[in-house]
T-cell receptor, first 115, second 114 residues
Framework: RKEVEQDPGPFNVPEGATVAFNCTYS??????FFWYRQDCRKEPKLLMS???SGNEDGRFTAQLNRASQYISLLIRDSKLSDSATYLC????????????????FGQGTTLQVKP | SQTIHQWPATLVQPVGSPLSLECTVE??????LYWYRQAAGRGLQLLFY??????ISSEVPQNLSASRPQDRQFILSSKKLLLSDSGFYLC?????????????FGNGTRLTVT
């Protein structure tokens, strides 16, 4: 089983649509979760952290379900500029004293927003 | 504010040639540093990480090596490149004191081995 699994897509949606991505992770000891965005041939950039209670940043909402070990990202009112690959990211720590900060990246879900 | 510099942006090297990629971080001290690689159409793979000067941990066996000669400098090297070393190499940093922090990436180096 992969450490972080995502549906690669692509998700093709019209402008204004709502789209949701899910991600599952295997390390039950993980404590930090993130969504990154990667544009074609560019470096990944942090989109948002994911908190246990769920969090929202404008049109983006992230949710965490520790019991089921999955993370979701909801994008409302999609814009053409949202077209990118979205990476689900989980820290690899196995103990509270692990200070390595290693992050495991999913393969990403590609979103294409059409006019 | 903190910045991370990575160079060169693009590199074309023949098989068997050496490699040296450099990364420096500014505006912070004692960072954790990382080298990731992304092969074409694939996810990011952690190659090396460092929690301090001279401290290097390797995640996957390969013909690459890493060094950290200074607190904010991280170097990725190879003595002889293979075709399979082609990919997008990304340097990243995070605050050591906050191991739950996100990573911040440099612009990356696109390496093509011919």
């Amino acid at each position: 089983r992969k450490e972080v699994e995502q549906d690669p897509g692509p998700f093709n949606v019209p402008e204004g649509a709502t789209v949701a991505f899910n991600c599952t992770y295997s390390n039950s000891a993980s404590q930090s979760f993130f969504w990154y965005r990667q544009d074609c041939r560019k470096e990944p950039k942090l989109l948002m952290s994911v908190y246990s209670s769920g969090n929202e940043d404008g049109r983006f909402t992230a949710q965490l379900n520790r019991a089921s070990q999955y993370i979701s990202l909801l994008i409302r009112d999609s814009k053409l500029s949202d077209s990118a690959t979205y990476l689900c990211v989980v820290n690899a720590a196995t103990a509270f004293w692990d200070n390595t900060g290693k992050l495991i990246f999913g393969q990403g879900t590609t979103l294409q927003v059409k006019p | 504010s903190q910045t991370i510099h990575q160079w060169p942006a693009t590199l074309v090297q023949p098989v068997g040639s050496p490699l040296s990629l450099e990364c420096t971080v500014e505006g912070t001290s004692n960072p954790n540093l990382y080298w990731y690689r992304q092969a074409a159409g694939r996810g990011l793979q952690l190659l090396f990480y460092s929690v301090g000067i001279g401290q290097i941990s390797s995640e996957v066996p390969q013909n690459l090596s890493a060094s950290r000669p200074q607190d904010r400098q991280f170097i990725l090297s190879s003595k002889k490149l293979l075709l399979s070393d082609s990919g997008f190499y990304l340097c990243a940093w995070t605050q050591r004191a906050r191991s739950s922090s996100p990573l911040h990436f440099g612009n990356g180096t696109r390496l093509t081995v011919t």
